[in-house]
């Protein structure tokens, strides 16, 4: 048994996501786009289509800790002006409570002038693609100037970032902004990417410390590991359901039914691998990558422990210990792939698959995700990539696949292995009704196939 320190028992980690809408369209982010409410009055994934804001803040101040450590994440947070000025000004009246909040930047700090900001940090990302470096820049200075303190820069190794970053690091810390060089995780329509170029590895090597590297370039498997994570954190959806961080089936309504019990000791991993946050793995209990004191580790010990890093990386003679090339080569095996006997037969045409999504309830220009798997029955011509149309319209390309080793066994084909797709498109502008989105695979040889349909329903 490995109980949670005493000095920690008084304090909580509530990551709240309180809304899926977002100003931008970034494609590799996994969140859902909404721009604005339904016109009809039906609840959207934002926090305060389900209850108004003096309900939230009710039901923080009954939360029984002395502390407690808040990150609200979206979407964009700061889209709803009037309501979210509404719940800062509620939460600087609470001491107890110390507040992060992840955004894009893009709004107008003069709103929110009478806000007390002294508990209060904002990670910032910039999006270059979005909007402009100077334009960012000159709205940094305004966040910052207005008394919003800004705890640091995110930098998103995106494929379509990768050429602004020296710029964008340059330019920012010379203006005394920390940048976090951020490497990218499979989401939005890089959903099955796995491969990383070696301009990316060298920016990770140079600016990330090892032990972030290790856990989210590497992965290694955690499953079954002791954790104080769930021991210290709820993450808290907009529509109130709240759950015991990485416990599945522990969640139920802030509103209706109050909140789980946290384990308060340590507890095995219920996933393969931790899923990627920097303060997630820290929790581990006796991994040797972790040399982190326990605590909540805020956004204030993450520069410094990459400062640090980055420092070390520069003077040191050998550069070994931070090789994410090394850390990639001695990672662990996959899964072995056993083949099935007899192998199930394959189908007649040259190419097939399946879409995991037959039907999908949705509104115009929604992003929306979807997955399934793609073959060719000739070795040698894999399929390359995944077209995407609704309605006769091009929506999205699916270029990378990741391993499915129940499709290689099922076909008795090893080359099936790299057969799953998955990623997210954004819907066009469609009237009410009803519509086909059709995969469509290619392989390398110019074949292409089309792929079972989902079954879309436009409403409102």
């Given at each position: 048994m490995n109980p949670l320190p005493a000095h920690l028992h008084d304090a909580v980690r509530v990551n709240w996501h309180i809304t899926s809408w977002c100003n931008y369209s970034c494609e590799y982010c996994p969140v859902v786009v909404f721009h604005q409410r339904s016109k009809t009055g039906q609840a959207q994934p934002h926090a305060f289509d389900y209850y108004p804001v003096s309900e939230w803040l009710r039901k923080f101040r009954e939360l029984p800790f002395r502390q407690i450590h808040l990150t609200v994440s979206g979407g964009e947070p700061f889209l709803d002006r009037q309501n979210f000025h509404a719940l800062l000004g509620g939460f600087s009246a609470m001491e107890n409570l110390h507040l992060t909040v992840i955004t894009n930047g893009f709004w107008d700090p003069a709103h929110y002038a009478d806000v007390d900001k002294s508990r209060m940090s904002l990670v910032v990302t910039f999006h270059p693609r979005e909007t402009p470096l100077e334009s960012f820049l000159n709205n940094l200075r305004r966040i910052r100037s207005s008394g919003f303190r800004i705890g640091m820069i995110n930098f998103v190794l995106a494929p379509e970032n990768m050429d602004a970053m020296e710029e964008t690091l340059w330019r920012l810390e010379g203006e005394g902004f920390f940048v976090n060089v951020s490497s990218m995780m499979p989401a939005g329509v890089y959903s099955s990417r796995s491969q990383r170029t070696e301009l990316e590895l060298d920016l990770i090597e140079r600016y990330n410390t090892p032990c972030d590297n290790y856990f989210k370039l590497v992965q290694?498997?955690?499953?079954?590991?002791?954790?104080?994570?769930?021991?210290?954190?709820?993450?808290?959806?907009?529509?109130?359901?709240?759950?015991?961080?990485?416990?599945?089936?522990?969640?139920?309504?802030?509103?209706?039914?109050?909140?789980?019990?946290?384990?308060?000791?340590?507890?095995?991993?219920?996933?393969?691998?931790?899923?990627?946050?920097?303060?997630?793995?820290?929790?581990?209990?006796?991994?040797?990558?972790?040399?982190?004191?326990?605590?909540?580790?805020?956004?204030?010990?993450?520069?410094?422990?990459?400062?640090?890093?980055?420092?070390?990386?520069?003077?040191?003679?050998?550069?070994?210990?931070?090789?994410?090339?090394?850390?990639?080569?001695?990672?662990?095996?996959?899964?072995?792939?056993?083949?099935?006997?007899?192998?199930?037969?394959?189908?007649?045409?040259?190419?097939?698959?399946?879409?995991?999504?037959?039907?999908?309830?949705?509104?115009?220009?929604?992003?929306?995700?979807?997955?399934?798997?793609?073959?060719?029955?000739?070795?040698?011509?894999?399929?390359?990539?995944?077209?995407?149309?609704?309605?006769?319209?091009?929506?999205?390309?699916?270029?990378?696949?990741?391993?499915?080793?129940?499709?290689?066994?099922?076909?008795?084909?090893?080359?099936?292995?790299?057969?799953?797709?998955?990623?997210?498109?954004?819907?066009?502008?469609?009237?009410?009704?009803?519509?086909?989105?059709?995969?469509?695979?290619?392989?390398?040889?110019?074949?292409?196939?089309?792929?079972?349909?989902?079954?879309?329903?436009?409403?409102?």
């Open positions: 290694p498997r955690t499953r079954g590991s002791l954790c104080f994570y769930p021991a210290m954190t709820y993450y808290l959806l907009f529509d109130g359901s709240i759950q015991v961080a990485c416990m599945d089936g522990t969640a139920q309504n802030l509103f209706t039914d109050g909140i789980p019990a946290l384990p308060r000791e340590a507890v095995p991993c219920p996933y393969e691998c931790c899923i990627g946050c920097s303060d997630m793995y820290r929790g581990l209990v006796s991994h040797p990558r972790v040399e982190t004191p326990l605590a909540f580790f805020d956004n204030d010990q993450y520069v410094a422990e990459v400062r640090k890093s980055r420092d070390e990386h520069h003077l040191a003679s050998d550069r070994s210990r931070f090789s994410v090339r090394a850390m990639l080569q001695h990672a662990e095996p996959g899964e072995l792939v056993s083949i099935e006997l007899p192998p199930q037969p394959l189908p007649e045409e040259p190419l097939f698959g399946f879409n995991d999504h037959p039907k999908i309830v949705a509104r115009s220009r929604d992003r929306i995700s979807i997955s399934g798997w793609a073959a060719s029955r000739k070795e040698g011509a894999p399929v390359q990539e995944i077209r995407i149309k609704v309605d006769g319209r091009d929506v999205g390309v699916i270029r990378d696949f990741f391993d499915r080793p129940d499709v290689a066994k099922s076909y008795g084909r090893l080359d099936f292995l790299k057969s799953g797709w998955r990623g997210m498109v954004y819907l066009p502008t469609l009237s009410h009704g009803e519509y086909e989105l059709i995969p469509h695979a290619f392989d390398a040889r110019g074949n292409y196939a089309a792929l079972a349909a989902s079954h879309i329903s436009i409403v409102d």
